[in-house]
């Protein structure tokens, strides 16, 4: 199955999500900036507030889509250690790239948020979204982020996943919504017809968006 863009994946998704519709104390949380696209959706289609959750990929040196780490905002911190250990990837590298990335996550913060932290989550249900894994480091992030927070339930909804994560990610969360998970996969990428890069300013508009409709009804 192949997407035509993100929104189809999201409209896609919603429709197994449904059980959630219109449902109290339940959050949709993109990661930014492709999975908030996804999540615009599923907010938009199950009537559900949207919010972010700030996680960055620390990419392999000369590879940055190869994720070997993932940070989030909260300092959460994933590590792929099969990719770091295989490839003997330089610990110092992996130190001097979390700096930076904290300095990437206070930049968004602000720009979300005006640099405020998570809303409160305890005692919620959050379907965490993306616009789909590979290695699965920065859900991962997200995840052991949200299980600090005091969840009612966690949901992970994705368009799309690799084998690996789906067997790994799946067991650390209470649902796991995924359309598909292939034998073949490559990258995520190779899944849409269109996976242009998200700009900040439309994770800016869609989240505004989000805000009003909430504060409309």
């Known amino acids: 199955?192949?997407?035509?863009?993100?929104?189809?994946?999201?409209?896609?998704?919603?429709?197994?999500?449904?059980?959630?519709?219109?449902?109290?104390?339940?959050?949709?949380?993109?990661?930014?900036?492709?999975?908030?696209?996804?999540?615009?959706?599923i907010a938009r289609e199950l009537d559900l507030p949207l919010d972010v959750l700030i996680v960055r990929k620390i990419g392999f040196p000369?590879?940055?889509?190869?994720?070997?780490?993932?940070?989030?905002?909260t300092g959460a911190l994933a590590l792929n250690e099969e990719i770091i250990a295989g490839y003997g990837v330089d610990r110092g590298y992996l130190t001097r790239e979390t700096i930076r990335q904290k300095e990437e996550i206070a930049r968004r913060k602000v720009l979300f948020r005006g640099g405020e932290g998570l809303p409160p989550l305890a005692g919620k249900t959050v379907i965490l979204v993306d616009d789909g894994v590979a290695t699965g480091a920065t859900v991962k992030a997200a995840v052991t982020t949200l299980k600090q927070e005091r969840l009612a339930r966690l949901v992970v909804a994705l368009p799309v996943a690799s084998p690996d994560a789906e067997a790994?990610?799946?067991?650390?969360?209470?649902?796991?919504?995924?359309?598909?998970?292939?034998a073949g996969f490559m990258a995520v990428g190779s899944f849409y017809y269109d996976f242009t890069q998200v700009e900040d300013s439309e994770?800016?508009?869609?989240?505004?968006?989000s805000r009003e409709r909430g504060e409309r009804e």
């Open 1 to 41: 199955m192949i997407y035509k863009d993100r929104s189809d994946a999201g409209r896609r998704l919603a429709e197994l999500l449904s059980h959630y519709r219109g449902k109290p104390e339940t959050i949709v949380l993109g990661l930014p900036r492709g999975g908030v696209t996804v999540a615009y959706e």
């Open 62 to 73: 000369g590879n940055p889509e190869l994720a070997v780490a993932a940070l989030s905002e």
């Open 168 to 182: 790994t990610i799946r067991r650390m969360v209470d649902e796991w919504v995924c359309l598909q998970a292939p």
């Open 203 to 209: 994770v800016i508009a869609m989240l505004k968006e």
